[in-house]
């Protein structure tokens, strides 16, 4: 029985992952983060880098530990191994970046039901090892990192004339809007038409 | 049963094992987090009060709600001024702000601590160019729109009103506090 | 009243769906039809309120008095998702109809982080067991005001005319922008 070779899947794990099935944008999964801390390019780049490490690390653990857990008690067990490591990020955010805590706030602790997370755990992670699995959840994380960092740069750049905390323009008016709660929804739902016509024309 | 137990014990282990590695990790960042607390603390409070060395929270007195901090700044063991911390009701929600006076009663400085202000109008509040008017006044604030405040004036910011309004009543309540109890 | 205004900031001002963006997966999902929009709006307020005096009774006396005050989003979570199956079993025997009704969403609610998130902000903020238990009720009525009043305007525009790439989630998206606007007029409202 031949098995193609783990590192050829690469390439395509992260074409999957960050632009055919983007989790945000294409899988429409971890709306709640994206829409409440984008409301700068800074702040929606740290909230992907810390999905990405929680989706890798429990990417890795449960592709370790899957054949191990009986079927029926498999998602709660997968729950206390994504919400461990979610603590654990809390944890160093709060001790060594306490700015990227301060502005996450409680979408830290809320990664654990993330879809995203436990979406690759069922369907990715449990049938695969762990190399592999590392790449899917550094995959499915980089999309959803360059997701929000777009929305975040979006509504930074229309709500503040700023990005990356960067001034672009004093004098260009500002659409305060954008950063509040009514520019997310508008923002997301641009950028989900937008991609909605990219793909519809390679469709 | 049988089939609960087994998948019970599962359970039961993955937690325990988690809980241990998480525990370590707590462990971990307990001096660090505790760290970070200690420099938020001596960063806003040198903000306000920049003379004293060191900042000993006062024990003697009693926090509410809208006094939520009475600290004493000290150099060596001579007290040196107070930062009071009051909060009050803002435009969308509540303002705390810190008051740092000296022992005469003068405000050195004021920051804001928390605040859900708007961007871009009321959250102007929290920048120098506002918090900056409150150094050196005394006794009892008022608020004014004229563009060239006197001393104990602090100008309005622009349809940010009820947050300015805010501010003041705030710091007036420490320096009410200042007079009743510390001087 | 405090309780009242915890419950007021909770519907209106800091409306968990609008303004803390918390159960927006469920919220896009399931709001095409006022019927679905109304069991869900009920599951999640029924488990919203269950769950944050729970969390607050295991975090207080369990938790914080054998010091594993760290181990919070686990047992939250854990405890979340059983009480969401052992409900959905119960109903699913006892009343057929009540688990019609609304039966079906419970298992939406493991994964909705409006659940997690009300007894995270009840830990963070210090509540008590009743203004826990009624922050987790009020933030559910919320959930439920803004969920079918939404299903309410989706169903008003499923025939419109709408520019093909907006068609679903982008247009169902600018409606809840709309939606948004109208609550930033509680914005300040302080009881």
Same mark, same amino acid.
């Given at each position: 029985m031949s098995k193609i070779s783990g590192i050829s899947r690469i390439p395509r794990i992260f074409k999957n992952g960050i632009v055919e099935n983007n989790p945000l944008f294409v899988q429409a999964l971890g709306m709640c983060p994206a829409l409440a801390v984008t409301t700068s390019a800074t702040n929606g780049l740290g909230m992907g880098v810390a999905t990405t490490s929680v989706l890798v690390c429990s990417n890795i653990a449960i592709s370790l530990v899957a054949r191990f857990l009986p079927a029926n008690v498999r998602i709660p067990c997968y729950i206390v191994i994504i919400a461990t490591f979610v603590t654990m990020l809390e944890f160093m955010l709060e001790a060594y970046m306490p700015a990227l805590n301060q502005a996450l706030g409680i979408f830290i602790p809320l990664i654990v039901v993330n879809c995203i997370v436990m979406g690759r755990a069922e369907a990715f992670a449990n049938k695969n090892g762990a190399f592999l699995s590392a790449f899917d959840g550094l995959a499915m994380g980089l999309g959803f990192t360059a997701a929000l960092t777009v929305m975040g740069a979006v509504r930074e750049i229309l709500g503040t004339m700023s990005i990356f905390g960067i001034t672009i323009s004093e004098t260009f008016p500002q659409t305060i809007a954008m950063i509040l709660p009514p520019g997310a929804f508008i923002t997301l739902a641009f950028l989900m038409a937008l991609i909605n016509y990219v793909r519809g024309r390679t469709a | 049963m049988k089939e609960i137990i087994k998948s019970g014990t599962v359970l039961l282990t993955v937690t325990v094992i988690a809980g241990l590695c998480l525990g370590f990790v707590h462990e971990l960042t307990l001096e660090p987090i505790e760290h970070q607390l200690q420099i938020a603390l001596y960063e806003s409070m040198g903000a306000v009060l920049p003379q004293a060395e060191t900042y000993i929270e006062a024990?003697?007195?009693?926090?509410?709600?809208?006094?939520?901090?009475?600290?004493?700044?000290?150099?060596?063991?001579?007290?040196?001024?107070?930062?009071?911390?009051?909060?009050?009701?803002?435009?969308?929600?509540?303002?705390?702000?810190?008051?740092?006076?000296?022992?005469?009663?003068?405000? #050195?400085?004021?920051s804001l601590l928390r605040h859900t202000e708007t961007p871009g109008l009321g959250?102007?509040?929290? =920048?120098?160019?506002?918090?900056?008017?409150?150094?050196?006044?005394?006794?009892?604030?008022?608020?004014?729109?004229?563009?060239?405040?006197? #001393?104990?004036?602090?100008?309005?910011?622009?349809?940010?009103?009820?947050?300015?309004?805010?501010?003041? =009543?705030?710091?007036?309540?420490?320096?009410?506090?200042?007079?009743?109890?510390?001087? | 009243m405090e309780l009242f205004a915890i419950a007021f900031s909770a519907i209106f001002v800091n409306n968990f769906l609008l303004a803390r963006f918390l159960g927006i997966c469920p919220f896009l999902g399931v709001s095409k039809k006022i019927e679905t929009a109304l069991g869900m709006g009920i599951a999640v307020a029924f488990v919203m309120t269950v769950a944050s005096a729970i969390t607050y009774i295991v975090n207080i006396y369990i938790l914080e008095t054998l010091g594993l005050g760290f181990m919070y989003n686990i047992m939250f979570i854990l405890i979340i998702s059983s009480f969401v199956q052992?409900?959905? /079993? /119960?109903?699913?025997?006892?009343?057929?109809?009540?688990?019609?009704?609304?039966?079906?969403?419970?298992?939406?609610?493991?994964?909705?982080?409006?659940?997690?998130?009300?007894?995270? /902000?009840?830990?963070?903020?210090?509540?008590?067991?009743?203004?826990?238990?009624?922050?987790?009720?009020?933030?559910?009525?919320?959930?439920?005001?803004?969920?079918?009043?939404?299903?309410?305007?989706?169903?008003r525009i499923e025939h419109n005319n709408v520019l093909p790439h907006f068609k679903g989630f982008p247009i169902a998206l600018l409606a809840a922008s709309m939606m948004a606007i109208a609550f930033m007029g509680f914005s300040g409202w302080m009881i």
């Open positions: - | 024990e003697d007195f009693i926090l509410t709600d809208t006094f939520f901090n009475l600290t004493r700044g000290k150099v060596n063991d001579d007290v040196v001024g107070y930062v009071v911390g009051v909060s009050s009701s803002g435009y969308s929600g509540i303002i705390d702000v810190l008051v740092g006076i000296d022992t005469d009663g003068v405000i #050195q400085g004021i959250a102007k509040a929290a =920048l120098p160019e506002f918090t900056g008017q409150f150094a050196g006044g005394y006794g009892a604030l008022r608020t004014t729109r004229s563009a060239s405040p006197s #001393q104990n004036e602090i100008m309005v910011i622009t349809a940010s009103t009820i947050t300015t309004d805010a501010i003041v =009543l705030a710091v007036n309540d420490a320096l009410s506090f200042f007079e009743a109890y510390l001087r | 052992a409900i959905e /079993l /119960l109903l699913k025997k006892v009343s057929p109809v009540l688990y019609e009704a609304m039966g079906v969403y419970l298992p939406l609610m493991a994964t909705n982080c409006a659940i997690l998130g009300v007894t995270v /902000l009840n830990r963070d903020v210090g509540y008590n067991f009743m203004q826990s238990t009624i922050h987790g009720f009020a933030g559910g009525l919320g959930y439920l005001l803004a969920i079918v009043v939404f299903a309410g305007i989706r169903e």
